[in-house]
């Protein structure tokens, strides 16, 4: 009996939390404040040098073509998909991709 008490408890604590007064819903996990969405240093189309070593030959020029998920939402983190001028793909992180000003 005691056991068949503390489920109908229970289940009826389940109900008001769904219950909506005022048109909101008595949820405490709704209550969270949501963090803004993570949106890329780069944008997509945004021409970057890839510098991949010391010198001026090894600076090339490049498209963004995609920014990869970034579930932890550190921008150093942050990979992209780039085009060169060449045809040729590469993947890159943001470490090694400066934006070209103008």
Not at 7 to 36: H, V
Request: charged share 20%; glycine share 6%; aromatic share 8%.
């Amino acid at each position: 009996m005691l056991v068949s008490h503390r489920i109908r408890t229970f289940i009826s604590y389940c109900d008001i939390l769904e219950y909506p007064i005022n048109g909101k819903e008595i949820n405490p996990m709704s209550a969270q404040p949501k963090a803004p969405a993570y949106v890329p240093e780069l944008p997509m189309g945004s021409r970057v040098r890839v510098v991949r070593g010391i010198g001026p030959t090894s600076i090339v020029t490049a498209t963004v073509i995609r920014a990869l998920a970034n579930p932890s939402q550190r921008p150093e983190n942050q990979w992209y998909d780039v085009k060169f001028n060449d045809g040729k793909l590469g993947r890159f992180n943001t470490c090694f991709l400066k934006p070209m000003e103008g």
